[in-house]
């Protein structure tokens, strides 16, 4: 996936390298890189016990979790406090791993039949629970088995009596290297000490993403056998625009990072300046920009940017670290905290996509041979219509506050749309005011060639360009073996978003899939009749001054 370039003009030892890696959280930085080796080695050989201490081992096991389980109180209620509530559950989540029964039970029985230290039974239970979750192709299985590996180095060292992160150690301003960062690693990466960081594995949906992204540092994940080819201490240049590290850089190179690095400020900076005029095109067409969020922290940086109101709010973030459904209470107080800074602006909610990558604890683990064509989105609120209507009460409860619309995902066919258009009218009948408008997320082609027949539900619709790519492609999104046949600026993917439009013109159209952020695209996607754009807080600004420079060559539609 990433590639190394030797230049053959320099010593050596100095040669610089370029290696190509995924954007994770963008932005430029310098400096000198740090090499922080993986938290876990590979399991070294069992530290072995008598039988006599068996109990002893199990009561050093219990006091070790005991005051692991009172640390992750501790730092939820810091990650709470110094960044976001929601991010805090993860800590929560750990506490459970803890706390889960078959997990206990498969320790205590290792340290039996084995007759080993409390210690060897946490590294081999735990790796062997971590490798099930590593081995499964989601994303989210995937971050579960980071969770693990975090929660076993913690018991780990709190039965070696180690009480030091070794991340608080990390020199001041590095360029942190590492092959994966683990929830609560990135707690210890305040923008003060780390200038940008490095990685091997994290996908842009990781918890490190997350915490990159809101701490605003730049990050580059992909890296292939980063500890082995980057060497330590060697200073390095970060363009996480173009997902580029170079090692080593000789004049010319820090003399062009130089100059991207102040383009890339006096583009910011004068795009802030504008943030929160209107996107006009040179015909004189109003696109309508807008943020794509998951927490409150999404929200301020939205609004920082000038974004024109919330186009796409995942509240399935604050679903999925939890062990049981919220209550439409609990719901009302996290959206209003998520949306508070756009009142007065449309924010769209889009329902719970749950499912797929996306599996929540409190419904079980569903064993479906293909997730990612069972049951996700609407699919699950047919049938758990309850998930549904606690998020209807939630609107209702909010509806004098902000002004909400909702987006139905993984919609395939009319009948998905006129369960949740019946459920909305339900629950909207004998209220003094009007459901909010309904939009239908297209991110399947079944929706994309239906769009006549689904249109009499709904007001508006929104290309998931993402989901989109991956089904009309069959390529998982998240499986790098088929990145190749992912190919979402595809004339294919066009094609289908022109189709939609001339099968109902009137329809308002928006794309809220990761391509309405690029910006090589904009005009082509508003030459097929797409008049607004939902994309990642951080690029709403940059995203409306390009619009500003669009001439489209057609007649303009709508
Ligand atoms: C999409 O599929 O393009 C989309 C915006 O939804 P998500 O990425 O949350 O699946
Ligand atoms: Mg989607």
Redesign the pocket.
């Known amino acids: 996936m990433s590639k190394l370039t030797h230049t053959s003009s320099e010593p050596e030892q100095h040669q610089p390298l370029i290696v190509q890696g995924t954007t994770i959280s963008p932005g430029f930085a310098h400096g000198v890189l740090h090499l922080q080796p993986g938290s876990l080695g590979p399991i070294d050989a069992p530290e072995h016990n008598s039988e006599h201490n068996v109990e002893e081992e199990f009561h050093r096991l219990d006091q070790a979790t005991a005051k692991i389980s009172d640390d992750l109180m501790l730092l939820a209620g810091r990650v709470e406090k110094e960044i976001d509530a929601h991010l805090a559950e993860v800590f929560g989540v750990h506490r459970q791993i803890l706390e889960d029964s078959a997990l206990r039970e498969e320790l205590r029985k290792e340290i039996v039949e084995n007759l080993v230290t409390a210690g060897s039974a946490v590294k081999s239970v735990f790796l062997r629970w971590e490798t099930r979750f590593l081995l499964m192709e989601s994303a989210m299985a995937r971050e579960k088995g980071d969770d693990l590996r975090d929660v076993s180095l913690r018991l780990r060292n709190a039965l070696a009596g180690i009480t030091v992160h070794p991340l608080e150690a990390i020199p001041e301003d590095c360029i942190l290297v590492t092959p994966r960062l683990l929830p609560s690693d990135t707690v210890f990466l305040g923008r003060r000490k780390t200038a940008a960081v490095l990685l091997e594995f994290g996908t842009t949906g990781s918890h490190a993403a997350l915490f990159a992204r809101q701490m605003g540092i730049p990050c580059i994940s992909g890296i292939a056998h980063i500890m082995s080819r980057l060497p330590e201490a060697a200073g390095a240049l970060v363009n996480a625009q173009k997902a580029v590290v170079t090692v080593n850089p000789n004049r010319a190179m820090q003399a062009v990072f130089s100059k991207q690095e102040k383009d890339y400020s006096r583009m910011l900076r004068s795009a802030k300046a504008n943030a929160t005029k209107r996107a006009i095109t040179q015909d004189g067409i109003t696109i309508h920009v807008k943020a794509n969020v998951g927490c409150a922290q999404d929200s301020l940086t939205a609004q920082d940017n000038g974004a024109d109101g919330i186009g796409?709010y995942?509240l399935e973030q604050f679903y999925i670290g939890r062990s049981n459904p919220p209550c439409s209470e609990e719901l009302v107080t996290e959206i209003r905290h998520t949306l508070t800074p756009f009142k007065g602006k449309p924010v769209c909610l889009r329902l719970l996509?749950v499912g797929s990558d996306k599996p929540l604890p409190f419904i079980g683990f569903m064993a479906e041979t293909n997730p990612a064509l069972g049951r996700r989105g609407v699919r699950l609120m047919r049938e758990y219509p309850e998930l549904l209507n606690t998020q209807l009460q939630a609107v209702i409860a909010l509806r004098e506050e902000f002004e909400i619309e909702l987006l139905v995902?993984m919609v395939t066919l009319p009948q998905d749309l006129r369960f949740i258009r019946e459920a909305l009218t339900k629950q909207f009948a004998g209220l003094n005011f009007a459901a909010p408008k309904l939009g239908a997320?297209i991110?399947t082609p079944a929706a994309a060639l239906s769009a006549r027949l689904l249109s009499p539900y709904v007001d508006f619709m929104s290309f998931?360009?993402?989901?989109?790519t991956q089904y009309t492609f069959a390529a998982d999104r998240e499986n790098a073996a088929v990145e190749g046949y992912f190919k979402d600026s595809s004339e294919v993917i066009f094609r289908l978003i022109t189709m939609v439009h001339s099968d109902v013109p009137s329809m308002p159209l928006s794309v809220?899939?990761?391509l309405a952020g690029r910006k090589a695209h904009t005009a082509k996607l508003l030459q097929c009749g797409v008049r607004s754009l939902s994309v990642a807080a951080p690029l709403v600004a940059l995203l409306k001054e390009a619009i500003r420079g669009v001439k489209l060559d057609n007649k303009p539609m709508g």
């Open positions: 796409l995942r996509d995902p997320m991110e998931g360009t993402n989901d989109l809220c899939g990761e």
